[in-house]
C-alpha cells in the first residue's frame, strides 16, 4: 500500500516558536495532501487541504495565516504552525488520498505530537 | 455541513462479533470508509464502501445503505488487539473526508 511518512514525529517548542511539519509520500505521487488535527480523545478534523503547485484550501475557523502550508512538490506538503501557543498543542496529522479501482482510499502519516510550553 | 453518528463506546469479549453502527447526514456523499486507531497512533485504513452492499476483508466487513444513510462495521473473531478506537468518515465532495467522533472498542478476555 500507499506510504506516508511524517517528520518530525514529536516536537516540544516555547510559545512563540514557530514549527515545521513536513509530510511526504514515499512510493507514490501525490496531487493532493489533506492536514488534520485531533485533539486527546476527540475526532480527526480536517485542516486543510494541500494542492501542489497551488494555494492550500482552508476548512471554515481554521487561520491559514498561522498554519501555513506548502506543496512544493508531488510527494512533499508541509505545515508550518506559526507563532504557537499552548492551545495549538495537538495531534497533527498528514493523509494522501489514492485513487483505487474500487473507490478511493486515504493513507495516514504517523502523525506529529506537538507539545507547546 | 456533514454530521455522523456512532457510539461512543463499545465493550465485547475475546472471540465474539460486534457490529458498529454509523449514520451519516451529507451532501456530496461519495462513499463511507472505515479507520482503525490505536492509542497513539496514526489512523489505519480498514474499508471504502461506495455502493450498497456488504464488503468483506478477512474478519473486517463493512456494509453502506445509500438510501437509508447508514453503514456499519463487523469485526468478527475478535481479539485483544482489536482494542482501539474506530471511526466511520464520509467522502463527499469527490475530494474530503469528514470523521465521525469515533467508537472505542474495549476487547475483554
Known amino acids: 500500500g500507499a506510504v506516508v511518512s511524517q517528520h518530525p514525529s514529536r516536537v516540544i517548542c516555547k510559545s512563540g516558536t514557530s514549527v515545521k511539519i513536513e509530510c511526504r509520500s514515499l512510493?507514490?505521487?501525490?496531487?493532493?495532501m489533506f492536514w488534520y488535527r485531533q485533539f486527546p480523545k476527540q475526532s480527526l478534523m480536517l485542516m486543510a487541504t494541500?494542492?501542489?503547485?497551488?494555494?492550500?484550501?482552508?476548512e471554515q475557523g481554521v487561520e491559514k495565516d498561522k498554519f501555513l502550508i506548502n506543496h512544493a512538490s508531488l510527494t512533499l506538503s508541509t505545515l508550518t504552525v506559526t507563532s504557537a501557543h499552548p492551545e495549538d498543542s495537538s495531534f497533527y496529522i498528514c493523509s494522501a488520498r489514492v485513487r483505487t479501482s474500487g473507490g478511493a482510499e486515504q493513507f495516514f502519516g504517523p502523525g506529529t505530537r506537538l507539545t507547546v510550553l | 455541513g456533514q454530521s455522523l453518528e456512532q457510539p461512543s463506546e463499545v465493550t465485547a469479549v475475546e472471540g465474539a462479533i460486534v457490529q458498529i453502527n454509523c449514520t451519516y447526514q451529507?451532501?456530496?456523499?461519495?462513499?463511507l470508509s472505515w479507520y482503525q486507531q490505536h492509542d497513539g497512533g496514526a489512523p489505519t485504513f480498514l474499508s471504502y464502501?461506495?455502493?450498497?452492499g456488504l464488503e468483506e476483508t478477512g474478519r473486517f466487513s463493512s456494509f453502506l445503505s445509500r438510501s437509508d444513510s447508514y453503514g456499519y462495521l463487523l469485526l468478527q473473531e475478535l481479539q485483544m488487539k482489536d482494542s482501539a478506537s474506530y471511526f466511520c468518515a464520509v467522502l463527499y465532495n469527490f475530494n474530503k473526508f469528514y470523521f465521525g467522533s469515533g467508537t472505542k472498542l474495549n476487547v475483554k478476555p
Open positions: 512510493d507514490f505521487q501525490a496531487t493532493t
Open positions: 451529507t451532501s456530496g456523499f461519495y462513499g
Open positions: 494541500s494542492n501542489e503547485g497551488s494555494k492550500a484550501t482552508y
Open positions: 464502501n461506495a455502493l450498497d
